[in-house]
């Protein structure tokens, strides 16, 4: 999945259940992250 450009990120039910904000923080950061890394899509 690397090779086609997919980060798989992983979170406990619970931690999603209970820790909403702090996952959607993590996904934000990873998403920033990799803003610059992938080409544009004919979608974007």
């Given amino acids: 999945m ?7 990120i992983r979170f406990w039910n ?3 259940f209970n ?3 702090s996952v ?3 996904i934000r950061q990873a998403v920033r ?4 890394d992938q080409p544009l899509t ?3």
């Fill in 33 to 36: 992250v990799n803003e610059g």
């Fill in 14 to 16: 619970s931690d999603v």
């Fill in 2 to 8: 690397v090779i086609a450009g997919y980060r798989v």
């Fill in 42 to 44: 004919e979608r974007d």
């Fill in 19 to 21: 820790n909403l904000d």
């Fill in 24 to 26: 959607l923080e993590e």
